[in-house]
């Protein structure tokens, strides 16, 4: 089961450096992300989010490849694969687009803009998603973090942890 943590920052652009710094976890193994998402609030007020999966080009790459193939194949039924491959592509490329902008993954769009709405001007807002964590490890990297739980999912116990961590509390790294 995953958990989902939101954490508000003063900084705009503190949402995209934790980020950053999480998919440096994730390729360590500490942390398997399963969505995030940046959300930021200009000085205007108007919300800018940034989704970490972009569905429409990965829809589209996979659409494109079996579209190809399959359009390949029929090809090589009436004797002319190539056409059949670049129009296969075509259509398959069209249709992942397409499927990939209608779909939705991870954090629901609806809850995401609804909680930025209750974020201040000129901050940001980092939604995470992951299916397990290695805490000590995490809490540990981002000890000189300081940001605010807005929302989690997480226990009572691991909420309270993470929240110390979060305002530099060196007991909050302790198991």
Do not use: C
Request: glycine share 10%; hydrophobic share 45%.
């Amino acid at each position: 089961m995953s958990d989902l943590v939101v954490i508000g920052f003063e900084n705009p652009l503190k949402a995209d450096e934790v980020l950053w710094r999480l998919r440096a976890l994730k390729r360590q193994h500490l942390i398997d992300l399963e969505d995030a998402v940046v959300v930021v609030r200009d000085e205007s007020g108007e919300v800018h989010l940034k989704q970490s999966i972009n569905l429409t080009a990965l829809n589209a790459s996979s659409g494109l490849l079996s579209g190809g193939l399959l359009g390949a194949f029929v090809g090589l039924l009436f004797l002319n694969p190539t056409a059949g491959f670049l129009i296969g592509s075509m259509f398959g490329a069209g249709a992942g687009a397409l499927s990939g902008s209608l779909g939705d993954y991870g954090i629901d769009d609806d809850f995401i803009k609804s909680l930025s709405e209750t974020i201040p001007p000129n901050s940001s807002a980092l939604f995470i998603l992951a299916r397990k964590v290695d805490p000590e490890e995490v809490l540990a990297e981002f000890s000189d973090v300081k940001g605010k739980v807005l929302r989690t999912t997480l226990s009572p116990d691991q909420e309270k942890r993470f929240r110390e961590a979060l305002a530099g509390s060196p007991a909050a790294a302790k198991p």
